[in-house]
Structure formats: structure tokens, C-alpha cells
């Protein structure tokens, strides 16, 4: 498969795409990155808020291209926008609730956690519940725990589809999503990945066409789907070493091994 002669973007998830829940991206991946900017411009998008994606990533990131504005953010599920201008990282929108918003969501998720059919998880790993300006995210073992308990708490989504449904009907004026191993985000209604990879094209005046996007969630109610059915070309993979893999082929397809990274 040769990318670089039919897409001008690769577009990625971060956590359990690029590394590991809420890890950092390792010298490896990053290589891979920025050898990756030699051809295409990169966008990473997840659900962090954009410190998030500055410890996971950007901390010394010494890649030449993000200077050259070829690596663009998409923190809180494409509800911002960061591109690398006059050299620093600028927010160019963010689509943040209003304190009366942010008000009905805080209520309606204290009044529903205690109706749920299952047990609450009685230990917690830092704050359960983050506001991160354009999104509030509920994470039910805490914005802090170990990516061992965060795998083993809700597989099937079971208790996150329950969470989601009851949520749904106290405020389904906003966007509800199952989000990574343990969370649920809420959005302003239509706002997704798909919708900021929309923004991001419509900002750079790129097409649909020219963006392809790798990610491990997506499948139907996973939070990367909206990306597939918002019409952008996207490869599934189950989790970062997936990544690796299918870069290093896509190099080594295009014959370009003086870019992989070793």
C-alpha cells in the first residue's frame, strides 16, 4: 500500500494507538513520526486535553517538520484545533462550554452513577470526573489509573453503554461517547473525531480524500467510528506495536529505509 502517492495526511489516534493509555509515545513511534512528516503532514486526535498530549508527545519531540507546521492537535475529540505557528503551538478554536452547560452535565452524572445496575468501582486513581473545557470526561477508575485495571474494568462496554444510555436521557442535547478503556466523554451535540477531522480539512483545504486515519476503536460504538463514517479512508489496529508494524511495511513498501526508524 503507498500512501504517499494517494493521501497527503495520516491522521492518528493516541492512546493505544501511538502508546499506551495515557503513556508516553516511545523514541521509537516518534521516529516513525517524524520520518513520517518527510512525506505527509501528521494530526494527531484523541479525547486529552492538549497538556495531555504535551507530556504523552510533544515534550521533547525533536522533529524538524513541527516546526515547518507538518503536526497538528486535535485534543478533547476534535473539539480544538492546535497547529505550530511562529514558533509555538496556537489554538486556532475550541468549541468550550458554557458554565451553564458545564453545570447540567456535573448534575446529571452525580444523579446517575448512583442508579446504575453495577457496582461503582470503590477505588479510584485520581479524579473521576475532568472538565477539559471542551469536553467533560468521566473516567470511572480515575483520570490516573494503571492501563492494567483500566483494561480489565469494562471489556464489553457493558457498564459504559448503561452509563451512556442513562446519561442520554437527562441530556441529550449533548454528545455522549463511550470513550478509551474506562470513560465516557461529552461533547457539544455533533462534535466527534470526525467532526474535527472535518475542521481540521476545511482549515488547511484539504479534501476528505486526501486524509487517512489509523486508529484502534474503529468499529461500530468505538470512539474512532465517527471518523469512518464522517467518509475519511481508516485502517484498524489493535493497539500501538499494530502501528509500528504498519508503518515500518508502509516504508518499506514506498522503499524508503533511510526513514525508518531503528
Known amino acids: 500500500m503507498n500512501l504517499f502517492a494517494t493521501k497527503k495526511v495520516i491522521a492518528f489516534d493516541m492512546d493505544d494507538t501511538l502508546a499506551i493509555s495515557k503513556s508516553i509515545v516511545d523514541m521509537h513511534m516518534r521516529k516513525l513520526l517524524c520520518a513520517l512528516m518527510n512525506h505527509v503532514d501528521v494530526v494527531v486526535i ?3 486535553r492538549m497538556d495531555q498530549f ?3 508527545l510533544l515534550d521533547d519531540f525533536d522533529c524538524p517538520h513541527i516546526k515547518k507546521g507538518r503536526l497538528a ?3 478533547t475529540s476534535g473539539s480544538a ?7 509555538e503551538w496556537k489554538k486556532i478554536y475550541s468549541k468550550d462550554f458554557l458554565p451553564s452547560e458545564k453545570k447540567v452535565i456535573l448534575d446529571s452524572i452525580e444523579k446517575v452513577l448512583p442508579s446504575v445496575s453495577f457496582q461503582i468501582p470503590s477505588e479510584t486513581w485520581g479524579e473521576r470526573v475532568e472538565d477539559r473545557g471542551s469536553q467533560i470526561t468521566l473516567s470511572m477508575l480515575g ?3 494503571p492501563s492494567e485495571e483500566k483494561k480489565k474494568w469494562d471489556p464489553s462496554f ?3 453503554k448503561e452509563i451512556k444510555k442513562l446519561l ?5 442535547q449533548f454528545e455522549i461517547r463511550i470513550g478509551g478503556s474506562t ?3 461529552i461533547t457539544k451535540k455533533g462534535i466527534d473525531k470526525g467532526y474535527g477531522l472535518l475542521k481540521y480539512a476545511e482549515y488547511m483545504n484539504y479534501r476528505k480524500e486526501d486524509i487517512f486515519f489509523i486508529g484502534d476503536r474503529v468499529i461500530p460504538g468505538g470512539n474512532d467510528y465517527a471518523v469512518l463514517e464522517a467518509g475519511f479512508e481508516t485502517h484498524n489496529v489493535e493497539n500501538h506495536e499494530e502501528t509500528r508494524i504498519f508503518l515500518t511495511q508502509l516504508f518499506t513498501d514506498f522503499g524508503d529505509y533511510s526513514s525508518m526508524a531503528t
Open 158 to 160: 457493558m457498564y459504559r
Open 81 to 87: 484545533l492546535w497547529l505550530y505557528q511562529n514558533e
Open 183 to 185: 470513560s465516557i466523554d
Open 54 to 56: 504535551q507530556k504523552q
Open 168 to 172: 442520554l436521557k437527562k441530556i441529550p
Open 73 to 75: 492537535i486535535l485534543p
Open 46 to 48: 484523541s479525547g486529552g
Open 143 to 145: 483520570q490516573q489509573a
